[in-house]
């Protein structure tokens, strides 16, 4: 196999650098700067080679060209790329080494810094050192390392073969910079709430679950932060938000993986439209600053983040794109059925049910362009404000987008008996549509001490990147995706499968 051929020759390698006294995997480095760095600082004319400037590189070699008494290199690091020259007439002894360089390895390289005959700045060196003699093959710089499951395994094959997945976890960096900074700028104040909690709550989701043994207790990884940050309005912290991890125990697909990234935003005397000026208008500009356009093609589809965003009902986008009559019970339940779902399942939902199940399985499918979902049953948002005009109803949004869920607000619920009533309610539900696993009382007890009107807001990161980036995968926008575990052989033995011209040596 060519894998392990190409191994086992750089295993060889190996040994000849250390019986030659070369240590391959070497120390600190002082750096000239990063490699576009050195590259801008090339003068642009040179009449003396004499009066170059003298500069150290480091990076990975991802070219070799041998030319017997000349070595060409391409050094890459995260800024960019640079060609640097061994020549043995300048290297002396030391030129026999190049014979063990290999691609994948990092070196630095200290010379002249100089543009070479045909134009191309390059390091003419003087010396080179080995920083981390690689042992695996590279996949081919020109193909790329295609194999989808590997990527996602071996992310940092994926991040060394393909630029494009270089390129693009670096703008989700850009973005979640961008995300921070806008809300910064807008007065509020980042902050950190726990990730185990004794009770869990913000959402209706399984948890996972784990255990403290100095305190003999179980202890829930967080499916959301909500409860914790409305805590913080009652303490006088009136505009807060956490971008950080919340872990769900469900399923994984496209658009969920058990572990994401979320921000949660909660302002006081404020509500859920002032919410929704916030994201369209957070969104709009974070993509016309980092992508030049707020024009992004997802899936064939063009879709246009510029503000504003419609605000449909919920019932009128039942009524219009699913053609059911949301009064309706025995409608939606037909429809519901005729889309596969089991009748048994159907007939036990009621009212306030089936309009969430029409949704989601009907209408959120169809809904490309962003837009504001409004109105959905109280009874579904045990911690959001009730319609003044229709109590039946909440003052609550989700926005949906290419066909799935980016976000979901409310004007969040003040009042402390409601609250403590509808824990109540919600813990008698159980199981996976319950939002809170016990009435919780500290909760209620800092809603009693007086919480302000406020809006509050949370955001999918993940998908957020998915959108902005044009990924229909959740995995292609998450460094290290949750998989089924194997074993190392496995994980060989498919490796094995990539055709060898993908292996680049």
């Not at 409310?410 to 009435?439: I, K, T």
Request: charged share 30%; aromatic share 6%; glycine share 6%.
């Amino acid at each position: 196999m060519a894998g392990h051929r190409i191994r086992e020759e750089r295993l060889g390698k190996l040994a000849a650098l250390r019986e030659a006294g070369v240590e391959p995997y070497g120390e600190r480095v002082a750096t000239s700067g990063s490699i576009a760095e050195i590259v801008a600082s090339c003068p642009a004319e040179q009449e003396n080679p004499e009066q170059a400037p003298k500069v150290t590189a480091a990076g990975r070699v991802m070219a070799v060209r041998n030319m017997g008494k000349s070595t060409w290199l391409d050094l890459r690091d995260r800024s960019g790329k640079i060609q640097a020259n061994l020549l043995q007439k300048r290297l002396g002894d030391d030129y026999a080494l190049t014979k063990n360089l290999d691609l994948g390895d990092f070196i630095s390289v200290t010379g002249s810094l100089m543009k070479s005959r045909t134009g191309e700045v390059t390091i003419f060196a003087d010396s080179f050192a080995f920083l981390s003699k690689s042992l695996e093959p590279l996949p081919a710089k020109f193909k790329g390392l295609r194999d989808v499951e590997i990527r996602f395994r071996r992310r940092y094959l994926d991040l060394v073969a393909n630029e494009e997945s270089r390129e693009r976890f670096i703008l989700r960096s850009r973005i979640i910079s961008f995300i921070r900074s806008y809300l910064d700028g807008r007065g509020f104040l980042e902050v950190e709430t726990p990730m185990l909690q004794s009770i869990y709550g913000g959402a209706a989701a399984r948890p996972f679950i784990t255990h403290h043994n100095a305190l003999d207790m179980d202890l829930y990884l967080r499916i959301s932060p909500e409860t914790y940050l409305k805590r913080l309005l009652v303490g006088g912290l009136d505009r807060v938000y956490e971008l950080n991890r919340n872990f769900r125990n469900e399923g994984i697909d496209t658009s969920h993986n058990p572990e994401f990234t979320m921000i949660e935003l909660y302002q006081a005397y404020a509500d859920y439209t002032d919410m929704m000026e916030l994201l369209e208008n957070m969104v709009s500009e974070a993509a016309t600053t980092l992508l030049g356009t707020t024009k992004i093609v997802f899936e064939g589809n063009e879709i246009d983040v510029a503000a504003p965003w419609p605000r449909r009902r919920i019932t009128d986008l039942i009524r219009d794109v699913a053609k059911v009559d949301p009064t309706d019970d025995d409608a939606m339940r037909a429809a519901l059925v005729k889309l596969g779902m089991e009748k048994e399942k159907v007939a036990a939902l009621n009212h306030d049910y089936l309009i969430k199940e029409v949704m989601d399985e009907l209408v959120e499918p169809t809904l490309i362009q962003p837009t504001f979902v409004t109105h959905h049953p109280a009874s579904l948002n045990p911690l959001c404000k009730r319609n003044r005009d229709d109590p039946t109803l909440s003052d609550r949004f989700e926005v949906i987008v290419a066909g799935f869920e980016l976000s979901n607000a409310f004007s969040e619920l003040n009042d402390p008996l409601e609250q403590r009533a509808r824990f109540e309610a919600q813990v008698g539900v159980g199981g996976d549509e319950a939002c809170c696993n016990e009435v919780d009382d500290d909760y209620v007890s800092a809603l009693e001490v007086g919480m302000p009107p406020a809006g509050g807001m949370g955001i999918g990161i993940d998908r957020l990147i998915m959108l902005l980036t044009g990924q229909a995968s959740i995995r292609e926008v998450v460094l290290f995706p949750t998989l089924k575990q194997k074993t190392r052989e496995e994980i060989e033995a498919a490796m094995e499968e990539i055709d060898e011209g993908e292996l680049e040596e």
